[in-house]
């Protein structure tokens, strides 16, 4: 079986984290419940042509492929697989609210295919002209974590060299509305500084896109080896720190070889508790990496994680804005991390340095 | 007609997200699919509604289209003679 | 590694049955599920038609067992019974006893309840619950749960109308690689407001029976329906001394990459999707008994996968046919309504008639099957494609 690495990285979030030669180095304060992308010039990449029908979401998709093989030094991959929540959400909400308002009378196409889930996969695979293996996964905070597992398997058993994955959402209105009446977005002004310390329900809530070229050879821009990925549907809280060390275990590490812990904490009062669980017990004494209060909670805000992770193991640095703790960590080999939304769908994902 | 040309091609620029274009970029016998404006098959359909909601005009089949949407003189033809609002 | 991908066990709900046994009598019938809409208000409805599933979603409720005060979508349900079905037609007594996984598809996910409340859920409480079951993998999740399936990886997996044939996929590959020793997969999609009027927005909607592969084809009928298989390791079948019903044989997904929505002229996907599919068999074209054409009825979906069948197997390729005129095109869900369609014809030695046929297609000379055939098959072909140039082909054998 070979080895995974990560050969380069590209993320757009509601932070200025476009730019690969950078690594957090300036760090915008949100004081919104609802945080929008910071968003590159779209036309430094994509012709207008080609961009005047596409959505956000396909827009920093298709933006983050490109950096993400510009930085791996490829023209084209074996394979592309994307993971996303809700898929291009905005195109999605103007169709419905189309179809009620005129009473299913002059929509148009356009936003009807832009809302079918693959459609970012699919703008990828158009721009790249890729005709390989193109999947698209759905599954709530697990989707990018799919991507992962899937092209893991594929790069191991050597049946591909180079996959770009990613995971990508974008906000729209009046899901928004929807989330903050139900109570997962918070009901009270939060900062990025103080968010991951409240006492209270929901989360401030994101979007971005964050892709990566994984391959089975590893090269001079290599960030870190992907050395495992394990997904639960369920996972009830007194189970977590069980299935943490077991996962650990299966890969031949104990607490104490983990350089640091980077975790999906959100500041929900409510399921925070899941990282709660970790941190108050097996990884006290481990430094603790969060980042959600940098670009808000999304199905796939775990893949800033990965990009976290990555940063950290090629540049030996955790800026200070990252720690839930500090414990003087100077130097980093492996890192865990967890994620898990509303107590569902629960990852762990195992980084090591090259 | 020129009136009707005008209103067209402000429709077009917007219905279809043709951002980087004016309406002196379009000339009225500019062929709007292939070599002119480059449109595709959805952007047919995008015409299609077009019709119906600004001229009460219906087309059930999307080949009618193409000669329809031959260019903005043709188009300006095809709906002077059949509006119904 | 496990060399084989046994199913074991089927469960299928779709317009033309609720079960397996019924479906594949009336596939043998000729009898099809084609009706007007008559359970969603549209304006559409003389329009169109459409191949709906009989049950409404309280009887659905009541067979599962489930409590009227739910947040099941139209998808969740009859995921969950096609899925349970499948389960008790693979014998499985303890969920646990075996690394098992669920990978489902869908495209509609819970659009179903969120275009009847949009705006409803803005004006008071009293179905706010729907809210979080919106999203796709929320179908999959309580598929999961009703199957007891907990802690083990679940996934979703949405390619628009490939997306099935692509949950068999995974499922096939996370048994070969050892990740899993028994996976359930397949799709489900009720019926919309929301893509009949995407569909029509595209204008390849048939207003009356779909015809595959018909000269004069005007495009297709939306189907609702979920399909699951129970695939599972060679170490189980050993084990448990398990009936075999086939095997995953073969699969491959390529992309078009020409179109948002339409196929190239000469199905470049579709070609190398089917290439694919033989090399991971290991098989030429010759093996290749029958084909269920994916055959959706429209334009350019039958003349791009008609002259990517020519491209793959020449001017006289096995016989094949579409089941879209039986069912409509059920869209997520088709690549496991068409799996289990697959399987059967092999069970059975049959090949389904095309129906609704008149007309050759003047751009090519290849004709599907236009009644029923008993044939002794060893192995079926069956393909799937999509929106964004999604391409899938999977193979199914009864031997391993």
């Not at chain 1, 509305?177 to 994101?206: A, M, P, Q, V």
């Not at chain 2, 209103?7 to 292939?34: C, P, S, W, Y």
């Not at chain 3, 690394?99 to 859920?121: F, H, P, R």
């Not at chain 3, 592969?213 to 599972?232: Q, Y």
């Amino acid at each position: 079986m070979k080895k995974v690495y990560i050969n380069s990285v590209a993320s757009i979030t509601p932070q200025k984290t476009f730019d690969n030669s950078e690594f957090l180095d300036e760090v915008i304060i949100h004081d919104n419940q609802v945080v929008s992308a910071v968003e590159p010039v779209y036309k430094d990449y994509i012709p207008p042509a080609a961009a005047r029908r596409m959505a956000k979401g396909i827009k920093m998709g298709v933006v983050a492929s490109k950096i993400a093989l510009q930085e791996a030094g490829l023209e084209n991959v074996d394979a592309i697989i994307t993971g996303t929540g809700m898929g291009c959400l905005r195109d999605s909400e103007k169709f419905l609210s189309g179809i009620i308002d005129n009473n299913e009378q002059f929509l148009t196409p356009t936003s009807f295919i832009q809302s079918t889930h693959n459609t970012v996969g699919g703008q990828i695979a158009l721009e790249l002209q890729c005709k390989g293996y193109n999947f698209t996964y759905v599954h709530g905070s697990n989707s990018f974590e799919s991507t992962l597992l899937d092209a893991k398997l594929q790069l191991e058993l050597n049946e591909a060299e180079n996959i770009l994955i990613g995971g990508v959402d974008e906000l729209a209105d009046h899901t928004t509305k929807l989330h903050e009446l139900i109570h997962h977005i918070k009901k009270e002004d939060i900062t990025t500084n103080t968010l991951l310390g409240s006492k209270t329900k929901g989360s401030i809530f994101g979007e971005g896109a964050n892709f990566f070229v994984l391959s089975n050879k590893e090269q001079e821009s290599s960030y870190a080896e992907v050395v495992s990925v394990k997904m639960y549907n369920t996972l009830p809280l007194n189970d977590v720190v069980q299935t943490t060390l077991s996962f650990l275990k299966e890969n031949n590490l104990t607490t104490k070889d983990l350089d640091a812990v980077v975790l999906g904490n959100n500041g929900d009062v409510e399921f925070d508790r899941f990282y709660n669980e970790l941190t108050s017990d097996i990884f006290s004494n481990t430094q603790q990496v969060c980042y959600k209060h940098l670009i808000g909670e999304f199905n796939t805000a775990s893949p800033f994680g990965v990009w976290i992770a990555s940063k950290i193991l090629k540049t030996q640095t955790l800026p200070d804005i990252l720690k839930l703790n500090n414990k003087g960590t100077s130097s980093f080999k492996h890192i865990l991390l967890y994620n898990q939304y509303r107590g569902e769908n629960h990852s762990f994902t195992l980084l090591k340095t090259c | 007609m020129e009136a009707l040309k005008q209103e067209l091609k402000e429709n077009i620029i917007e219905q279809l997200n043709l951002e980087d274009m004016t309406v002196a970029d379009i000339a009225d016998d500019d062929m709007l699919f292939g070599d002119g404006l480059a449109l595709d098959s959805i952007d047919a359909l995008e015409l299609i509604v077009m019709l119906d909601k600004n001229y009460g005009i219906k087309l059930t089949d999307p080949k009618e289209g193409r000669t329809i949407f031959e260019s903005i003189n043709t188009m300006a033809a095809y709906i002077q003679e059949h509006r119904s609002k | 590694m496990s060399k084989g991908v046994a199913i074991t066990g089927m469960g299928i709900i779709s317009a033309i049955g609720n079960n397996v046994a019924e479906n594949f009598q009336s596939l043998v019938e000729g009898k099809k599920g084609i009706s007007r809409i008559s359970k969603i208000d549209t304006i559409h409805k003389d329009d169109i038609m459409v191949g709906e599933i009989a049950y409404t979603n309280s009887e659905l409720e009541q067979l599962l067992g489930i409590s009227s005060v739910n947040n099941y979508s139209r998808t969740g349900l009859i995921g969950a019974l096609a899925a349970k079905e499948a389960v008790s037609n693979a014998g499985i007594k303890d969920m646990n006893a075996y690394k098992t996984g669920l990978i489902s598809a869908t495209s509609v996910g819970g659009m179903d309840m969120t275009e009847k409340y949009y705006y409803n859920y803005l004006e008071n409480d009293t179905n706010h619950r729907y809210i979080e079951s919106h999203h796709a993998g929320d179908s999959t999740q309580k598929i999961a749960e009703q199957l007891g399936i907990d802690k083990s990886l679940v996934t979703t997996i949405s390619t628009a109308c490939s997306s099935a044939a692509n949950a068999i996929m995974l499922g096939a590959r996370l048994i070969k690689s050892g990740q899993l020793d028994r996976v359930i997969v397949g799709g489900s999609d009720c019926m919309s407001k929301f893509t009949i009027n995407g569909f029509k927005t595209l204008m390849i909607l048939s207003d009356t029976y779909n015809t595959p592969f018909d000269e004069n084809r005007k495009g297709l009928n939306l189907g609702e329906a979920a399909a699951f298989l129970v695939l599972e390791s060679d170490a189980i079948i050993k084990a448990e001394n398990k009936t075999v019903l086939g095997y995953v044989k073969g699969y491959g997904n390529a992309n078009d990459a020409f179109h948002q929505t339409a196929s190239s002229d000469h199905g470049d996907g579709a070609t190398l999707a089917m290439e694919k599919a033989l090399e991971v068999a290991n098989l030429t074209v010759k093996d290749i008994d029958y084909i269920n054409a994916h055959g959706t009825a429209t334009g350019n979906n039958d003349l791009s996968e008609g002259r990517a069948i020519i491209r793959v197997f020449g001017n006289t390729p096995p016989e094949f046919s579409s089941t879209k005129a039986y069912t409509g095109h059920t869209l997520a869900a088709a690549g496991a309504i068409e799996a289990v369609y697959s399987v059967l014809a092999l069970q059975n030695n049959v090949i389904y008639p095309n129906l609704n046929f008149k007309t050759q297609m003047k751009e090519f000379n290849i004709t599907p099957q236009l009644k029923l055939k008993e044939k002794k098959l060893k192995t079926v072909m069956s393909n799937s494609f999509g929106f964004g140039g999604n391409c899938s082909t999977v193979i199914f054998s009864k031997e391993q």
